[in-house]
């Protein structure tokens, strides 16, 4: 307690924040190799609390360099329908989930495979996480107007082909983006919302015009974070018909329209094992996995995360939805009968693949 302090204001300086203020939370980040030969980035967050304490928050970001979009987890499928949405010339593409659940890594992954010679890419970030060659990236502060509304009405006169804004908070950015998104621009961003559904009726909630929002969605990417089984330690197993009968039943109720009924059939589950035999076994048998701890996973049985994911691409009947603003029930409804897997459903798969257990996607 007695170097508390004095600990604080040196990470404060590392960080570039005002050690003269103690009394507003700050937000900053430490690029590690001024300090040390180790290519790792510190994102710090400082709260005052209650006796004149400052708390400090340290989250450790990998040198902040981006993922290849083909290693973040999404699955086959949804990679084939997500790189054929954001490959187009304009239109407004979101990602949508938690702080903390990987929304940032992904967007910059997708740039990271836009990225080119002829294309022209602004950012705007609230801070800049990660750096990338060939992308113009605006830090936002409040402090001197630089605001994301701001910083997309400057980018607007700035000739861009693609903008990447960190997060639609209010109205004025999220009308802003889909103005871009309908001029000749493709539009990437995040929103915090539980699903994909969800953020279309929170972008109507901020009071956008469904006739043009409906026009310039692309679709939206709803990610978590899961656990994955130390490679070190996990085990193959074959599971009992019982413990496939549990995941196909937990599969096949995601698709099941709210209030229609409680489960599964019996022929429902039998069809989806049916399905998943010819394509996660080898010579008709199953193999899962379950890890009982190491050295190297420090005895958890996990080591790793990887994204759990549930892509919801916009089509004509979505249109409609969106124009007689539906409840987000209905839409996600809709966007299961296009072909859009769940996260629930995305993460059986993952098991079923061997990279981590139910105990980790059951409650997504």
Not at 165 to 184: F, I, K, N, P, Y
Not at 195 to 203: D, F, G
Request: contains cysteine; charged residues 25%; hydrophobic residues 40%.
């Amino acid at each position: 307690m007695v170097y508390r302090a004095v600990f604080v204001s040196r990470i404060k300086v590392m960080a570039h924040l005002d050690i003269s203020n103690k009394n507003k939370p700050q937000d900053g980040k430490i690029n590690f190799r001024h300090f040390a030969p180790i290519d790792v980035e510190l994102r710090v967050a400082t709260i005052p609390t209650a006796g004149g304490i400052e708390d400090v928050v340290i989250r450790l970001l990998s040198g902040g360099k981006c993922m290849p979009v083909n290693a973040i987890g999404l699955s086959s499928n949804n990679l084939d329908r997500l790189l054929d949405g954001v490959s187009r010339p304009y239109g407004l593409f979101l990602v949508c989930g938690p702080t903390g659940s990987g929304k940032s890594t992904t967007l910059h992954s997708v740039l990271n495979y836009l990225n080119g010679t002829e294309r022209k890419i602004w950012t705007a970030e609230d801070p800049v996480e990660i750096t990338q060659p060939g992308l113009r990236q605006v830090e936002v502060n409040d402090k001197v107007g630089m605001t994301f509304a701001a910083a997309m009405r400057a980018f607007l006169r700035a000739d861009p082909d693609i903008i990447m804004v960190g997060e639609m908070r209010d109205h004025e950015t999220a009308s802003t983006a889909v103005e871009a998104s309908l001029t000749g621009h493709l539009v990437l961003s995040t929103l915090h919302t539980n699903s994909a559904a969800e953020s279309i009726i929170r972008l109507l909630d901020m009071d956008m015009d469904p006739f043009n929002f409906a026009d310039a969605m692309i679709g939206v990417l709803s990610q978590r974070l899961t656990k994955t089984l130390c490679t070190s330690c996990k085990k193959p197993y074959v599971p009992e018909m019982r413990e496939l009968e549990f995941l196909a039943a937990e599969y096949c109720s995601e698709a099941i329209p709210d209030g229609s009924r409680s489960a599964a059939t019996n022929e429902e589950v039998a069809a989806q094992i049916e399905v998943w035999r010819k394509d996660f076994t080898q010579k008709g048998e199953f193999t899962l996995y379950k890890a009982p701890g190491c050295m190297d996973c420090l005895d958890t049985g996990y080591r790793g995360r990887m994204g759990i994911h549930e892509l919801l691409m916009n089509n004509s009947e979505i249109k409609k939805m969106i124009l007689r603003r539906a409840p987000a029930a209905e839409v996600h409804i809709a966007a299961i009968k296009d072909g859009m897997h769940t996260r629930k459903q995305d993460g059986i798969e993952k098991i079923l693949l061997g990279y981590t257990d139910y105990t980790q996607i059951r409650t997504l």
